[in-house]
């Protein structure tokens, strides 16, 4: 199996849930994403990282996370990510620093610079819509966003 | 069988352990433990996070779009809620067969959910317990620690579900959010280039399917004593079985066994599930307690998952996986295996299973093309069982004559298995932790009779910085004495 065969050099991963209330941010930034027809940019969404995440890393130039946060700065931080072997690498649901400890045991590549767009979230509840303040802190990193792919 | 150490005689005054949330399961789990002066147990309980408010999500919808919702009721097992709500809706759409390319491409959808489902749960989350003990040290006993020793291992479990993830993204149509199940059929068949590439790889996947179940079978066999007996107990087993009695994890009808495999119903219509299954409420959990009607709530509870289902079939319809199912009955000694840690064997043969029915289905050129959907005279009722990586998923709609579900019920893989777990740490608890100290590794043992369920706790929610486990110890006055964290150590009191 070869993993590393047709590769886009950028790719950005959102993280969560659509029906989940702000944990939609991470799939709605991506389809606003897919809108701005980005070149060399490799669109992934999936409602949480495993460990096979580690294999859509092989052979990018950059990697960024976007996820939902339930806690920390708004409308949003932006911060490399580096390797970690935290407690998410037991559980169903990866942390990106998981996502990257796994890359590096399971490839023999040199890890790509990460980045972990994390926006702050405050809702999550099944079938709640995103809240009014989450959609806002969306904008604000998507315009970011926006602004470094362009750069 | 009892239910003993479920509820304490006199609890006032007893002190209080909770572990929560549990880890390496999905989404919320609590176990508290009551514990008298001299640290004797005296309740154990498992609180599951039950999935409150998914048929409400549910309803008010336009039947279509349920396959398609329902997989945001859990991020672990989409494709099964999706295989489970089209399998429902089939009836809704007057759907009794559906066409060989619509069948196929379903099952070969299925079997990629499984074959990815049971190597995340063998490779990733239980071959630390398994591998280096269930009291190693802490900062080992993870996947880290399994990737310095038995890196193969490691690599194999992603190659794995990177490729059960590839069977879902070609039927599906995608990887996560796919549309391939539709009311009486599939909306796309696979592409020969596809199939190619899937072929490609699938006898190195049986093959390190094979060593799976070897590597499983010896952990057992070597440790027999420890395996047998750890969190063991006796209970009926519950599945669908295909024609003939054949393993089929996609369609068939229910059978049940009683502790010592006689059959207690079977050939049954699933579409009237409610005639032979139904669920209690206890106060003290949002769980339901599922049970065999005929049998009552203390005798009628049952297991379900690959340790019932690899029992309750009378063949495996693939080679290498029916050979592995011989020799696991055999390991019985003519009675059904009942130890907890046997679900991991057992889960094995079921990965080889999928791995051979993957191989097979992509042999068959249905899957290539042909008639993809049928319709037929529409009903108000549909109910669809898919047997999940997990066990029996039920999910039963009631649709109007606008076509908007206006009832829905589902009783997922977890559920069935409510009483089963809470039997296992009993056992556990009882076994491990009487009149002794308790520290992380021992505490640890009740998350691995726990964990060899394999119990998805729901909640596809995720969001950065929710995953901490901390076990919490209250004295006889309610007040916190000591708070135990993975990785470390912290006193709140």
């Known amino acids: 199996m070869n993993p590393g065969l047709g590769i886009v050099p950028r790719l950005i991963i959102g993280i969560g849930n659509p029906s989940r209330g702000d944990d939609a941010i991470g799939p709605l930034a991506i389809e606003r994403l897919e809108a701005l027809n980005l070149p060399d940019v490799e669109l992934l969404t999936d409602f949480q990282l495993q460990v096979e995440h580690a294999l859509d890393l092989v052979g990018r130039r950059e990697v960024v996370f976007i996820d939902a946060a339930a806690s920390g700065a708004a409308p949003f931080s932006f911060e490399p990510a580096a390797p970690a072997a935290d407690a998410s690498a037991t559980s169903h649901a990866l942390s990106p620093a998981a996502v990257l400890q796994a890359f590096l045991r399971v490839t023999d590549e040199s890890l790509p610079p990460a980045f972990v767009l994390a926006v702050r979230g405050y809702e999550f509840e099944l079938g709640a819509p995103m809240s009014a303040a989450a959609a806002r802190n969306l904008e604000a990193a998507l315009a970011m966003l926006a602004a470094r792919l362009a750069a | ?493």
Not at chain 2, 350 to 362: G, H, Q, T
């Open chain 2, 1 to 493: 069988m009892s239910f003993e150490l479920e509820t304490a005689a006199h609890p006032t005054g007893l002190k209080r352990v909770v572990i929560e949330p549990v880890s390496r399961v999905e989404g919320h789990g609590k176990v508290s433990i009551l514990l008298d002066d001299e640290d004797q147990v005296k309740q154990v309980r498992l609180h599951i996070v039950e999935f409150r408010g998914f048929e409400k999500f549910i309803q008010g919808r336009p039947y279509w779009e349920i396959p398609v919702m329902v997989q945001r009721l859990c991020g672990i097992c989409p494709v099964s809620h999706h295989l489970a709500a089209a399998k429902a809706l089939d009836q809704v759409v007057g759907v009794d067969y559906l066409t060989p390319t619509a069948d196929k491409i379903r099952r070969l959808m299925h079997y990629g959910q499984i074959l990815q489902s049971h190597a995340l749960h063998f490779f990733h989350l239980s071959s630390p317990d398994l591998l280096f003990g269930f009291d190693s040290e802490v900062a080992k006993r993870n996947i880290v620690g399994v990737s310095a020793e038995f890196p193969d291992i490691a690599r194999q479990g992603v190659l794995l579900r990177r490729f059960g993830q590839e069977v879902i993204r070609v039927t599906a149509g995608k990887r996560v959010h796919g549309t391939g199940a539709i009311p009486g059929g599939v909306n796309k068949a696979v592409t020969r280039e596809e199939r190619d590439v899937l072929l490609k790889d699938i006898y190195q996947i049986i093959g390190w399917c094979r060593s799976a179940v070897a590597l499983a079978k010896r952990l057992h066999l070597a440790n027999a004593g420890l395996y047998n007996s750890f969190g063991a107990f006796r209970s009926n087993l519950l599945s669908l079985v295909g024609p003939r009695g054949a393993l089929d994890l996609y369609h068939g009808t229910l059978r049940a066994r009683d502790s010592a495999g006689e059959i207690i119903f079977d050939g049954v219509d699933y579409s009237r599930y409610w005639d032979y299954l139904t669920e209690e409420v206890k106060p003290w959990s949002y769980m339901k307690f599922p049970y065999i009607r005929e049998l009552g709530a203390e005798e009628g509870w049952y297991k379900v998952g690959p340790l019932a289902r690899v029992q309750n079939c009378d063949f495996i319809p693939t080679p290498f996986a029916d050979a592995e199912r011989r020799e696991f009955v055999d390991f019985g000694g003519g009675l059904p295996v009942h130890a907890t840690l046997a679900y991991h064997w057992a889960r094995m043969i079921e990965l080889l299973f999928s791995a051979e029915a993957i191989k097979d289905l992509l042999h068959d050129d249905d899957i290539l093309g042909g008639e993809l959907v049928v319709e037929g005279e529409h009903s108000e009722r549909g109910v669809g069982v898919i047997e999940a990586p997990r066990g029996t998923l039920i999910h039963h709609y009631r649709v109007n004559e606008d076509d908007i579900v206006v009832r829905a019920n589902l009783i997922v893989s977890t559920t069935h298995n409510n009483q089963a777990m809470n039997e296992s740490i009993r056992h556990v608890a009882k076994r491990y932790l009487n009149g002794r100290k308790l520290t992380e590794g021992l505490l640890n043992h009740i998350e691995v009779a726990i964990r060899a369920f394999d119990p998805c706790l729901s909640c596809a929610t995720h969001a950065l910085g929710r995953m901490p486990l901390s076990i919490e110890l209250f004295d006889a006055e309610g007040a916190c004495i000591d708070t135990l964290v993975k990785d470390s150590h912290e006193r709140c009191g």
